[in-house]
């Protein structure tokens, strides 16, 4: 399993486009993929859980995955989610 926290860096997170990014990246990978939020945890390969997240830009979140591809995922998904201009 592979955790991770880091803060959000997309502007206008709450436009339907970067969630469904993040819901597309995470649905390529075998492992099981959550993002938490306050106390809120999410299937990130469900576009109605990341939606009902209300993840803001600047929002510390935690991101972990378990599964044989594990680490490939949280670095892409931490990858998106914190380079985005």
Known sequence: MVTKNFTV??????????????????????SRIFLESGTKKVNAKSIMGMMSLGICN?????????GNDEADAVTEIVGYMTSIN
Do not use: F
Not at 9 to 30: F, G, T
């Open 58 to 66: 600047d929002e510390e979140i935690t991101v972990t995955a378990d």
């Open 9 to 30: 860096k997309l502007p206008n997170y709450a436009e339907a486009r970067p969630v469904a990014v993040v819901v597309q990246i995470a649905s390529k990978y075998d």
